[in-house]
């Protein structure tokens, strides 16, 4: 392969501190994940012992005060990791960032006393958090949530099932969203749960198409007492809380999902400058050309989008709907790149000998969690023209 046909994406970075830092995640990601990525995948090994790696390196708390254990870094840059990190194993870049998820309720919403306590364990102390709002029979209409969470003088008790669960069974915090009141959004709190509280429990993880590393279970909640000091935020408050998580973690997917893309289309240009055919590298003809073109330049609009969402972010100004906008269009992004590198490479595209069928097969995931791609355009609709009037 020339020297010239793979190179790293090039980033615009706010600070030479956050140059830094993408040079070590490179380090890291070549030393510690790329070269088990395929082989721990396959046998579906979660790499438990890398994310206490990722804790100490400062790598799970990135966007957060360093007050209490986080990075201070700007989303624009937090975002960037992660693509890095999902580039070179999706178990990896999607995990931290529901980890981020999981941080953000306590983060945003708990008390003084409550960040002080628990975060700095959360951000930097080798923990590892899941996120729990989807039930098996409520996904999209995530507001007619079942789980229940009833008030027994200092304490709560959670019952219910929770599904979908990243990290599920592995977890050492759950956040928590868990009806405390009536129908609807308003009758919902959050609560971060002990991984290790009596009464919870695990189902077999799912047997998923890909994304095999990461363990998705449903989690039972039988009788789960927890400390109102566990309570984040107000009673009633859950759901505004879970939405204000959700945008944020619409931009880590986002993010994620060009990772993918990236490691399909540097695969892909990799195999046709080296494929032969009619003498000559298959990366001649004009209509793999044309497609690599393709495959770049969706890549670039993705990254282009998401980072504007999160400059956003960072300014404190309103990201809803672009948050939407990156999730839904760098997720299909990645299913079209990732399709395409699986035809440029042909038939071995199709074999497990080469990493581009995981790719595919994982970028299919992505347009389905954190709201799947049908919510993100009701999101975004709802944005430009208002509810909808029936």
């Not at 178990?91 to 700095?120: D, I, N």
């Not at 009464?199 to 039988?222: N, R, V």
Request: glycine letters at 12%; aromatic letters at 6%.
């Amino acid at each position: 392969m020339p020297e010239s046909a793979v190179q790293p994406v090039e980033r615009q970075l706010p600070t030479e501190e956050a140059r830094d830092l993408l040079a070590l995640v490179r380090e890291l990601v070549q030393r510690e994940i790329a070269p088990h990525a395929a082989q721990e995948e396959a046998e579906g090994r979660f790499p438990r012992e890398l994310f206490t790696l990722l804790s100490e390196s400062g790598l799970l708390g990135l966007a957060y005060d360093s007050a209490f254990g986080g990075g201070d870094q700007p989303y624009e840059v937090y975002l960037q990791v992660l693509e890095e990190l999902a580039a070179a194993r999706l178990t990896v870049g999607l995990g931290v960032s529901v980890h981020s998820l999981a941080c953000h309720a306590l983060a945003g919403y708990g008390s003084k006393e409550q960040r002080a306590e628990y975060l700095p364990d959360m951000l930097g102390g080798g923990l590892l958090g899941a996120y729990c709002l989807s039930e098996p029979s409520s996904g999209s209409d995530a507001a007619s949530l079942r789980t229940k969470a009833v008030r027994d003088g200092d304490d709560w008790v959670l019952s219910g099932t929770k599904a979908w669960i990243t990290h599920g069974g592995i977890a050492d915090f759950y956040t928590v969203l868990a009806r405390t009141g009536g129908e609807g959004p308003r009758g919902v709190t959050a609560f971060l749960v002990p991984g290790d509280a009596p009464g919870l429990a695990a189902a077999a993880p799912e047997k998923k198409m890909g994304m095999k590393g990461s363990p998705t279970a449903q989690l039972h909640f039988d009788e789960v007492r927890v400390g109102d000091e566990r309570r984040i935020g107000d009673e009633g408050q859950g759901f505004a809380i879970a939405l204000s998580a959700l945008d944020s973690g619409r931009l880590g997917i986002a993010a994620c999902a060009i990772g993918v893309a990236q490691a399909a289309l540097d695969e892909a240009l990799s195999y046709a400058t080296e494929r032969r055919q009619f003498g000559r590298p298959i990366a001649d003809f004009q209509g793999l050309r044309f497609m690599l073109a393709d495959m770049a330049t969706q890549i670039e609009a993705g990254r282009a989008l998401y980072l504007s969402a999160a400059r956003l972010r960072d300014a404190g100004r309103p990201f809803s709907k672009q948050a939407a906008m990156a999730k839904l269009l760098c997720t299909d992004a990645a299913m079209k790149v990732t399709t395409d590198a699986v035809q440029v490479l042909g038939g071995y595209g199709y074999t497990a000998d080469f990493p581009v069928e995981r790719y595919m097969r994982e970028a299919k995931v992505l347009q389905i969690v954190e709201g799947t791609n049908q919510i993100q355009r009701m999101v975004i609709a709802r944005h430009l023209a208002g509810p909808d009037s029936r």
